[in-house]
């Protein structure tokens, strides 16, 4: 995914190279910004489960 997902739940199953706003947002590979209620990045080894933002490079 690339650019701007906008949904109360986003989940993507690649790389996610942008922002996603959500409830719950979720990606297997964050290199951007995640904005919500609970943000998961699962290639982050620390803070991988963050509350109202997550972000990685």
């Keep these: 995914m690339r650019g701007l997902s906008i949904s ?3 989940r993507i ?5 942008g922002i996603t706003i ?3 947002n979720y990606a297997r ?3 951007g ?3 919500g ?3 998961i990045a699962k290639n ?3 803070f991988s489960v963050m ?3 997550n972000y990685a490079k």
Excluded: D, Y
């Design 8 to 10: 109360s739940f986003n």
């Design 13 to 17: 199953q690649g790389e996610q190279k």
């Design 22 to 24: 959500g409830l719950l």
């Design 29 to 31: 590979k964050l290199s």
């Design 33 to 35: 910004l995640q904005i």
């Design 37 to 39: 209620l609970i943000n």
């Design 44 to 46: 982050k080894s620390r």
């Design 51 to 53: 509350p109202l933002v």
